[in-house]
Structure formats: structure tokens, C-alpha cells
């Protein structure tokens, strides 16, 4: 090698040196500072239950996270053969999570079975009880005979004694467990007592007990709408919109440049169609139906009817 040869590389050398340590110093100013974890729609039920006090509500979402990928039909939203709630397999219905107990303990809900209560006897409630009757009194011509037993789960009420129901819950209802559990809901009556048959398709009818139960459908479907059900702001903290509310809800992990105390201030407005696109991407997500157990209520007299 010729000295000239051995001054080049030595330049080389010299050159290469301290570019390796600029791109050294270089890379550390430009590394990341922070690796925060972006709020996501599988932290909402945490949020619920630890933040918000909401155990019902995280409980119903926590099932819907767990569950096989599946989307609820419309025969199974209406209690319509083949998908009466009868009918319907475990994984697709939840008996245990919503207590009449515990609803009771929320004012519209004592409001709508007091209203129901008062109500359920319509020209709609009479003629879906004559129905239920006529249907059950095959071979029962000759003698008096039980219609309804309320100590039987409120699926098979449904088919049995089921004769009225009422809608409540509005958007500008309180932000609570119930809310967040069931948000506009369905509570259903059904009745219990003797039927006296009085020959053929007539029969008196004296009422002794009605049982409520909630009954709902817990999907994030939009049917045919063009903007998809909002579900409120949520984020690290809570349920509220605010000042740093983003469009976006992250649908798995991410993580930002920025400190924590900015992130837990994100609020992020969460839809029913981000919950679809979650199930896409994780193949879990399975739409039920709710019901609750039975509230009985005896009766001080017995209502009599007559047709």
C-alpha cells in the first residue's frame, strides 16, 4: 500500500468517526420521550367498573368482548321462530347478569312497573291475554285450570303468560349503571291465576299475580340508518365530551409520543360502528339478548275477567 494509499484511508477514518458518534447524539434527540398507550374501545368496561362504578354495565360489554364473533338477527331481536327466546342457546342469552334487585333501585325503573302495573290491562293486554288463553285450553273444556307460573324463568313466560310490555329510557336519562346497561329498555309483564272455562271459546278469567321482568337486545347494529348510534365520549376518566375529544377510538393497542398526563385527557366519541369494526378485526364480539329474573307481585284482590 502506497503512503498516499494509507493517507486516504486514514481520512476516511477521521471522516467516519465522527459522523458514527453525530448520528449517535442525532438518534437520541430524535428517540421517542414518552411511549404512551392511547385509550382503546376494550378499556370502556375497565372505565365502567373502576372509574364509574357501573359493575351491570361493564359486566353486558365484558360478554360482548369475550364472546364469538357474532351479529344478532333480526328473528332473534323480536323473539321470532327459529330464534325465540326459548329456543335461544347460552352464548346468545344472558339470564343472570340483570336482577330486578338491583333495577328497582333506579327511580324510572319504579316508575315504568308502576306505570305498567296500573296499564297492562289495554284492549292490546286483554286481547293478548284472551289469546294466551284459548291457545292453552285444549282439553281443558271441563274444568277450572292454571294459567301462568311465575316461578318459572322469564323465557318461558315469554311463550306462556307474557300479555303487555312498555318502552322507557330517554338519551337525556341520568349517566349511570342502569345507562350504561341497558339505555332505552323494555320491561315486560306477565300474569298468573285461574282460568274458570265457560264453554266454548268463552271463559272467565281472575288474575292473582303479575310478575316484570327487563328484557333487551344488546347489540351495536344500525339498521338502516346513515349515521351510526353515538354511545357518548369516552376515555381514561370517564363518559364526557370536552375540549380534547377526538373522532377516532383507537380499536387496539397504540401508543403516541406524548406525556400521560395529556392522554388520560383524551376523550374519544365511540359509536356503534367502531364496536363492528372491532369485531372485524378480533373475530370475538357476540351480540344477546338480556332478561332478568322475575319481580312477583300478589295481588291484594284478584282482577276478574270475563269474555
Same mark, same amino acid.
Given at each position: ?11 476516511? #477514518? =477521521? ?10 447524539? =442525532?438518534?437520541?434527540?430524535? +428517540? ?8 382503546? =374501545?376494550?378499556?370502556?368496561? !375497565? ?38 327466546? !326459548? ?20 327511580? &324510572? ?7 305498567? &302495573? ?54 337525556? #336519562?341520568?349517566? #349511570? *349503571? ?6 332505552? +329498555? ?5 300474569? !298468573? ?15 292473582? %299475580? ?5 328484557? #333487551?337486545? /344488546?347489540d351495536f347494529n344500525d339498521g338502516s340508518n346513515f349515521i351510526s348510534q353515538p354511545l357518548g365520549c369516552w376515555g381514561f !376518566? ?14 387496539? *393497542? +397504540?401508543?403516541?409520543? %406524548? ?8 376523550? /374519544? ?17 357476540? *351480540? ?20
Open positions: 500500500m502506497t503512503e498516499k494509499q494509507i493517507e486516504s484511508g486514514s481520512m476516511v #477514518d =477521521l471522516l467516519k468517526a465522527p459522523q458514527e458518534a453525530l448520528r449517535s447524539v =442525532l438518534g437520541r434527540k430524535n +428517540a421517542p420521550q414518552y411511549a404512551t398507550r392511547l385509550f382503546q =374501545l376494550r378499556d370502556i368496561p !375497565s372505565v365502567m367498573r373502576s372509574r364509574l362504578g357501573w359493575p351491570v354495565a361493564a359486566a353486558l360489554m365484558e360478554r360482548w368482548f369475550n364472546g364469538a364473533a357474532y351479529q344478532m338477527t333480526k328473528e332473534m331481536k323480536f323473539s321470532e321462530p327459529p330464534s325465540r327466546l !326459548s329456543q335461544l342457546p347460552a352464548p346468545h342469552l344472558d339470564e343472570s347478569t340483570v336482577m330486578m334487585e338491583w333495577a328497582l333501585g333506579f327511580a &324510572r325503573v319504579q316508575a315504568a312497573m308502576a306505570s305498567l &302495573r296500573s296499564k297492562w290491562a289495554s284492549p292490546a293486554g286483554i286481547a293478548q291475554l284472551k289469546d294466551r288463553v284459548d291457545r292453552q285450553s285444549r282439553g281443558r273444556q271441563d274444568q277450572c285450570w292454571r294459567l301462568g307460573n311465575l316461578a318459572q324463568p322469564a323465557k318461558t313466560l315469554e311463550d306462556t303468560c307474557q300479555v303487555n310490555y312498555l318502552s322507557f329510557g330517554r338519551w337525556s #336519562d341520568p349517566m #349511570d *349503571d342502569f345507562y350504561g346497561a341497558m339505555g332505552e +329498555a323494555q320491561m315486560n309483564v306477565a300474569v !298468573s291465576g285461574t282460568v274458570f272455562p265457560q264453554g266454548l271459546g268463552k271463559a272467565k278469567v281472575e288474575i292473582e %299475580e303479575l310478575g316484570f321482568y327487563l328484557r #333487551d337486545a /344488546y !376518566s370517564g363518559v364526557e365530551c370536552g375540549v380534547s375529544t377526538r373522532l377516532n377510538i383507537p380499536v387496539d *393497542d +397504540a401508543v403516541v409520543n %406524548e406525556p400521560l398526563s395529556t392522554v388520560q385527557g383524551y376523550k /374519544y366519541i365511540v359509536q356503534n360502528k367502531d364496536f363492528r369494526q372491532w369485531r372485524r378485526k378480533n373475530h370475538r364480539g357476540g *351480540d344477546f339478548m338480556v332478561l332478568s329474573n322475575v319481580h312477583r307481585v300478589r295481588l291484594a284482590f284478584p282482577l276478574k275477567f270475563q269474555w
